[in-house]
């Protein structure tokens, strides 16, 4: 799970102060961890497209929430941007990843197929943009 090109966290220069993933006090993803040959997780990490992953506050206090966005296991989260979180904005797509997250194939191959060609999402970008001017 990374950033989109256009989230509001890449676009802005603001720096990023800290990101949390203990969304609740029961829920502790930050303790994931893979190990083993099979890369077994527990199934209770099962989350939903709207499970919220992480939350991300920058310096000016402006904060957001992370969601899923697809169904799946969740393998990790990326423990170096809690001590590093410019790595979201300067490497958002390699070293600052937010998540891995495991799905099953059949829903990865109709999302992936739903996805919009980058064309297509530049032109769905533009007309965000007139709509704010």
Request: charged share 35%.
């Amino acid at each position: 799970i990374t950033l989109a090109e256009a989230h509001p966290l890449l676009q802005s220069k603001k720096k990023i102060t800290s990101i949390n993933y203990q969304i609740s006090a029961n829920c502790k993803k930050n303790q994931n961890k893979v190990s083993g040959k099979s890369k077994r997780v527990w199934k209770k990490n099962f989350l939903t497209e709207l499970a919220p992953l992480c939350r991300i506050k920058k310096k000016d206090g402006e904060e957001y929430t992370i969601y899923s966005c697809i169904r799946g296991r969740l393998i990790e989260v990326k423990k170096k941007i809690l001590s590093n979180p410019a790595l979201l904005q300067e490497k958002p797509s390699t070293e600052g990843y937010i998540a891995v997250k495991k799905t099953k194939f059949e829903e990865s191959k109709s999302i992936t197929q739903g996805l919009k060609k980058k064309k297509e999402y530049e032109e769905v970008l533009l007309k965000r943009l007139k709509k704010k001017t």
